[in-house]
């Protein structure tokens, strides 16, 4: 059985603390997505790959499995249909010298900023990064929002699973039939339940002296000579590239 996200992020093991988790890879992010530097993107998936793997085990390659589902075909797509000079290859349709190129830096490209994304979301809580946003001055009211968001998206997840497992012992999804009539119910079913689940997070809330603000998770950031020895690594790569 799968461990759901939530668990991962708590239980990964924690390379670097505070908001210096959440700062770190974005700014790394943006600064990969800047050099444009194909030496750089390898680089990069080759290290955060690593501290994911560290942090996570097995799960980043869970969740690693996903993009490729969409980022393969589209490399594909412009490898074979960007015009330009043909590679001979004994296939029906040969990909051209400039789609290989382009479809290979594509693919480097979106694995390196992946990699780097994957790290931040296995290892740090929504609450951990909407804390570390709140430092940068985002309006209360946004962090307020988008956390009750999370938390109810969340609630109603776990009601749909209930009502599936339901349905399915049931034999509800037997059939085109009973799937179309079995989902209808479950639209409805799901719309009436959240929003009496709704009611009874607002009265735990209330009865924890909700006050209006959602308390936010803080703690002293640690790791700034690891994070400066990659940035600093990456930075290298891209001058003497």
């Known amino acids: 059985m799968h461990r759901t996200l939530e668990e991962v992020q708590m239980n990964s093991k924690k390379i670097f603390r505070g908001n210096l988790k959440v700062y770190f890879p974005l700014f790394i992010l943006l600064m990969v997505l800047l050099l444009n530097d194909t030496s750089v993107y390898i680089t990069a998936f080759a290290i955060f790959s690593a501290l994911s793997v560290y942090s996570a085990g097995r799960e980043y390659f869970r969740l690693l499995r996903v993009p490729l589902y969409f980022i393969v075909p589209s490399a594909l797509i412009i490898a074979f249909f960007i015009p330009g000079k043909k590679v001979d290859l004994p296939l029906p349709i040969n990909p051209s010298e400039e789609g290989l190129k382009l479809a290979l830096e594509v693919l480097l490209r979106s694995f390196s900023a992946i990699s780097i994304f994957f790290f931040l979301i296995l290892t740090t809580t929504i609450t951990e990064i909407f804390s570390a946003f709140k430092k940068l001055k985002l309006p209360d009211f946004i962090v307020e929002i988008s956390l009750l968001i999370y938390r109810n998206i969340q609630v109603l997840y776990d009601e749909l699973e209930r009502l599936e497992r339901a349905a399915n012992s049931r034999l509800g999804f037997n059939g ?66």
Request: hydrophobic share 45%; charged share 20%.
């Open 176 to 241: 085109f039939r009973n799937f179309v009539r079995t989902s209808s119910l479950l639209a409805y079913s799901l719309f009436i339940k959240s929003l009496e689940r709704a009611e009874k997070v607002e009265m735990a809330m209330e009865s924890r002296c909700y006050s209006g603000k959602m308390p936010t998770y803080s703690e002293k950031s640690s790791g700034f000579l690891l994070a400066f020895l990659i940035a600093a690594t990456l930075f290298l790569i891209h001058l003497t590239g």
